[in-house]
């Protein structure tokens, strides 16, 4: 896709809004990952959804959500992210016209901070950032339908109270939101393009050292610095899959035609790189320190190959000529030679 996701007509909320993506592993030997997109236009009510499957990351780019857990409550804005675990009954309720954003079903370990090596104690997402529920629990006498998610299934079952009624928990596995202007963003100060690595806000680990079951990215606002290099994003490929959203702005490695909601897939080993625009004009640019203002990108990396479903391929949005954005590269001159 290259451009932003239409909203739903019908009245809809969290459950039915969700359509999803891309698919890698597999939920069932709790590896792997999905990544859905949401549309919605109503709160949820008289019911609640847990998905025993895996942890949800919810990535909103348009409305603020305000999520009703077992734990308390929790307001999402564009710009922040929440996660829900594993199995965490909960609904959403928006307060304007609509909402729609990025989630990220992962099946493996559960997202945690990166470890940060030579960075030291501090850096990137910081511990004292994650902010957990406001205490709140319900007391209502009314049917509510439980939806669960299971074994890659839905399925419903109905109660005669809400079962958002803790009154108390105690431990560390609850839900938490984290606001991403909060990032400290560690780049180069010296020369080269630094992996991007540097910018994971949550990982969850995977069996082997070095590449992730599931990565969460992001590309925030931030100083481009460097000395005798090439500036712009450098053309690679990646034994990670990348699935590319966008939040606000503009992505600085494709200038036109990505949009927020819009999203972009390079599967492993997939060669890729900024577009001919893009790319001209940061060869064109005075090697001085720039600002980078108006933009908050981020990935959903992988190291597993993520399939499109039948959905996301029989989109009217999507760009079948996505590739022709390279076709217009011509050979770069060397200094000094005719």
């Known amino acids: 896709m290259s451009s932003g996701a239409a909203g739903p007509i019908a009245q809809?909320?969290?459950?039915?809004?969700?359509?999803?993506?891309?698919?890698?592993?597999?939920?069932?030997?709790?590896?792997?990952?999905a990544v859905h997109l949401y549309a919605i236009n109503q709160s949820m009510k008289n019911r609640v959804f847990y998905d025993a499957d895996g942890e949800l990351l919810v990535v909103p780019w348009e409305g603020e959500l305000t999520f009703v857990t077992e734990f308390g409550r929790l307001a999402v804005a564009p710009g922040e992210i929440g996660l829900i675990p594993r199995g965490v009954k909960f609904r959403v309720d928006i307060a304007g016209p609509g909402a729609r954003g990025y989630v990220c079903e992962n099946y493996g370990?559960?997202?945690?901070?990166?470890?940060?090596?030579?960075?030291?104690?501090?850096?990137?997402?910081?511990?004292?950032?994650l902010l957990a529920p406001v205490a709140a629990f319900e007391d209502v006498e009314a049917e509510t339908e439980i939806v669960a998610k299971f074994g890659g299934h839905l399925w419903s079952a109905r109660v005669a109270h809400s079962p958002l009624d803790v009154v108390a928990w105690h431990g560390n596995y609850y839900p938490f939101k984290y606001d991403l202007a909060r990032f400290n963003a560690i780049?180069?100060?010296?020369?080269?393009?630094?992996?991007?690595?540097?910018?994971?806000?949550?990982?969850?680990?995977?069996?082997?050292?070095?590449?992730?079951?599931?990565?969460?990215?992001i590309f925030p606002p931030r100083w481009t610095v460097a000395d005798h290099t090439f500036r712009p994003p450098y053309f690679h490929r990646n034994v990670m899959s990348e699935f590319m959203g966008l939040v606000k702005g503009a992505y600085d490695a494709k200038k036109e035609g990505f949009l927020p909601g819009g999203a972009s897939l390079h599967n492993a080993m997939s060669s890729h790189g900024p577009d001919e625009p893009s790319y001209q004009k940061a060869v064109d640019a005075k090697l001085a320190p720039q600002y980078m203002d108006d933009t908050l990108a981020f990935m959903f990396e992988t190291r597993y190959i993520f399939e499109p479903t039948a959905y996301a391929l029989n989109r009217a949005e999507l760009d079948k000529e996505y590739d022709g954005v390279w076709a217009g590269f011509r050979k770069a001159k060397v200094p000094g030679k005719k």
């Not at 039915?16 to 030997?29: F, K, N, P």
């Open 12 to 33: 809809t909320d969290f459950v039915g809004g969700l359509i999803t993506y891309v698919t890698c592993g597999d939920s069932r030997s709790q590896h792997g990952a």
């Open 187 to 217: 780049n180069t100060v010296s020369f080269d393009h630094v992996d991007p690595s540097i910018f994971t806000v949550l990982t969850s680990v995977s069996d082997t050292k070095g590449v992730a079951n599931v990565d969460f990215v």
């Open 109 to 129: 370990a559960p997202f945690r901070l990166p470890e940060l090596g030579p960075i030291g104690s501090n850096g990137l997402a910081n511990p004292r950032d």
